[in-house]
């Protein structure tokens, strides 16, 4: 959608998925490959799921094996997320760090409510079809702050960090002591298990694996060797032809009916849901 918006407007775009192949595994030159993969830009927009209110943590780790700002790579980043209707947490706050840290300027940014994928099987959807046509009028807001940058001076351009750091001092506490990603991936989500008796070998769920966790030697379905670990976005699971995929969400069901009908400890109070930041701008920044 950010793709064919800036193509309206008369801005070249590469549109780059890092996901769904074996960047994340271990001891793969990241760098390198961006570096070989990326084509000269001016500005770089990066997006991520949100997960349990952080940036989803590869894409912290391809945003710390950038390349340095150079003739190629452009100095300005706009940071962008998703997040499936609990909250967006501190995932844009991490990333505009991380990119500051990397030498970029971060010019903009904007976060887009979405289904939250855990609940694509139970009775009671969350944000079931988002985003659709109530993100467009952002998509085309953040387009047209960036067309407006083109050609522009470094007088027009400002770090809107701060603008990204909109959680309070409490909600930043509850992010980082409880709501821990890494914690959150060991403990908490459920595992994934495949059933040989019900498989069939189709590789609906080799294909589909943002991180290339598993492969398909013959009929089965296997670990890849040194593969990155599953990040339980559910795709095998929702996707599966044969329902072979094991992937026992049943115990969030409660909690997450309970936030879709705006009910519970757990339900959204983050207003607005979809966002361009800063929010408010006047002509010069």
Known sequence: MIEGALIKRGIDVQNFEISKCDVFDSGFDLKEYLDEQIKPHDLLCIGSPVYAGHLQYNVK??????PEVDGSWGSLAVPFVTWGGVSSGIALEEASGLLVKSGRTNVLGMKINAYHCFTKKFAV??????????????????????????????????DISKDLAYMSRKEKIMENIIFRERVFQRIVYPKVKIDPKKCIGC??????????????????????????????CGECFNKCPEDAV????????????KVAR????????ETPPNAVYPVKINETN
């Open 246 to 257: 094991s992937f026992k969400v049943d115990r969030f069901e409660g909690i997450l009916t």
């Open 61 to 66: 780790k391809v945003i710390k094996a950038l």
């Open 125 to 158: 959807k969350l944000n079931e079809g988002l985003p659709g046509d109530e993100a467009v009028p952002y998509i085309e807001e953040l387009a047209e702050r960036i067309a407006f940058l083109k050609g522009k001076g470094p007088q027009v351009v400002r």
């Open 203 to 232: 590789g609906t769920c080799v294909r589909l694996c943002p991180v290339q966790h598993y492969e398909l030697v013959g009929k089965k379905v296997i670990t890849r060797k040194g593969a990155a670990s599953c990040i339980h």
């Open 262 to 269: 705006g009910e519970g400890d757990f339900a959204s109070w």
